[in-house]
């Protein structure tokens, strides 16, 4: 990464606020235009996806474009960022994504400061967080063992389809989740329902990150007929 | 490929339930938000192709990201991939497939065990699972002749495109179709409609290999004035 | 090119094949399944971008990937290809296309051989087609110069373009068009009106040549103060 | 950029023609096939998403594809192009645009030249003209600054969520607003509107520059313990 805290911190909290204010400003306009909710979906789908691919290129090389506090703490899990740097991280991108949801509801001319009233609870609302969370993280994890120039693209396309394979529409990201807990719009998420959704999130990332280190892991050199010989290498 | 068979088995299934569970699912989201098939299709079609992508990028270079016996089948025949590895990953592939359905059902609180009574059955329907499958491992086998790096974008666009234009949606894979059987959703299929796509999507298969063999072969060598001169290299 | 003549033709046949069985079926389908116009020609839209990005990769390396007589002209004028080649390129685009049409008609259980009665004429049809092929082949011509490893990309979004700002919806090729005169379908046209669409793509195209011939011209080095001293280098 | 300036001045009425003609050619189709205002912006969105892809492709090595002034503006600014370049830049832009605007119109046999009377006002809109051409600017700023190849994808893509998550639909661009204020159509803009439009633009394009050049700054060398070490170098 080339630039300093400073600069990371508002890399991440700009693009938060920009993948935050196509989440909720795209819900809005869809919401507008059209009754047909699976139609409003994809109005909400394909920009998301989008600008993700967008933000991933231009301010992961800044900081690495988590936007997500469940991806920072897995990269704090690895020891990839500091407890500190992650700390503040997760508040940036708490404070971006909110700065997000008022730019949407400026833009659309609504009340800048909303509750929302939308629903999103139960078990299978849960278990799809989690699965999401888990892919999400594990797409990560793969792509940087393996391709990770391909990252903004396999985290586009992994939200594109986790928009319509759970049954949440696939929030995924705490930060996400509590700015969408201000828009009492399209994708808004009731505040008492957030905990749950935030806890399902970080438990479905753990797992990946368990899953990943087992199955990503390095080969191991092929066994030598003499250790000794090994260890006197 | 970097992993063990262990590994390698693991990611076949992981990749298959997590394509599984993407077709069930986005089936089921969209039939649940329209009416309209079309658009259903759409909502279908988009989240599939998208991780498909994902998932050939992220564990290609573990197993080859099959996650289909018919192609598992192909690579057996080429003398690419053992006959006992080749069972093993067909079995792990429709395991996998059979807990992406029960995933899907998970997330959506819907029984976890179903048995579909979705027919799809007919002459059309199986000409259009031979050409289906036909059409996936020609350009399987001509994007590793030629540009194995795109074969995840290959891929997801080539199953993007077959989803509309085959009668029969393009299950063009043995191990999907039998996880499709036990969701009674909007990508279900009757348990009795298997056998036949299953022989539709083999035949296919096999005659893209032929096809294969012979059209993307290797150019000869040019022909030499005097065969002696040749042999004597 | 890595392939001899025949092969070089089954390639052109083949890929008009599955080009225009992707356009006439994925119109069969959109059609039944929606009411809604907009909505089968997005329908017909993606999977028509899709398959060319997937065909002109995997058989691009063989035979060129024109797939279209006029992009096949078009390089014949600039001794790209041979003229005996090139009549036999455009014979293998018409069999292949109109091979693709039945394929489409088979799965779909539809008579195999039908004529359009679908209208599509008028100074306006015709301009747009006109403007169509000439757009295709300067993305081409351009993209050749430039970035030739992403033809395929650009020729896909291009007609993804096209069939929605042209008021034809972008036939832009002779071969596609005569087979689609075989369908009484969603992507049909008839037969009466094919002169006047195959004349405005050759006019198209030779203008986009005309004009890449001028735009992309390769810098002339710059001018020397004594021609004697650049004549002796 | 590999050419004279008169080439790179076609170059760029050539690409903001094509650009306009299919952003005001496909939203006349888009009108002209459904009464679903989603599904029209739909039908708008994915090609105007899909041509600035090719465009910028196929042109960026001719003239820079700024196709927007108030992209020229911001190169302008930093001194990337010259003043005197940069004012027949827009005026080719300018002129491309409505060719544009006229080609779309004579594909679709409506009359050539128009008036919209499409009213876009109002704070939102303004605010939501800025955001869009902050978030264009700064995309291609950071994108050039770290990924150069990736700047027609970044574009394409970042226009793709701009048309959905900002009140506007995201015109962030001045040529193209006076362009699309010729055509009463879909796409359409009442001249009236046109100033606090263009203002807005240029407002956010300027902001996008400054913060661009904050964040995006190289990073300084290490401090030295010994300054006149430094200066010795």
């Excluded at 940087?144 to 986790?162: H, N």
């Amino acid at each position: 990464m080339v630039a300093d805290l400073p600069r990371r911190l508002v890399a991440e909290a700009l693009g938060t606020a920009i993948l935050v204010a196509t989440v909720v400003g795209s819900g809005i306009m869809a919401a507008k235009l059209t009754s047909d909710v699976a139609l409003a979906l994809l109005g909400n789908t394909l920009p998301t996806g989008a600008i993700l691919v967008v933000l991933i290129t231009i301010l992961g090389p800044m900081s690495g474009a988590h936007f997500n506090p469940a991806v920072t703490l897995v990269f704090g899990l690895r020891r990839d960022i500091s407890v500190n740097a992650a700390a503040l991280y997760i508040l940036a991108q708490i404070v971006g994504g909110i700065v997000g949801t008022l730019v949407a509801h400026g833009m659309f001319e609504l009340p800048l400061i909303q509750i929302s009233t939308h629903a999103r609870t139960g078990s299978g609302q849960w278990f799809a967080e989690a699965v999401a969370a888990f892919g999400l993280v594990f797409t990560i994890l793969a792509g940087l063992r393996f391709r990770s120039d391909a990252i903004p693209w396999l985290v586009g396309l992994y939200i594109t389809a986790a928009y319509w394979f759970t049954a949440s529409t696939s929030f995924a990201n705490p930060a996400v989740a509590i700015a969408r807990a201000f828009s009492n719009t399209f994708a808004g998420i009731r505040p008492v329902d957030l905990p749950a959704f935030i806890i399902a999130e970080i438990l479905g990332a753990v797992v990946a990150l368990l899953l990943a280190g087992w199955l990503l892991a390095e080969p191991k050199p092929a066994p030598v007929a003499n250790p000794k010989l090994k260890a006197a290498e």
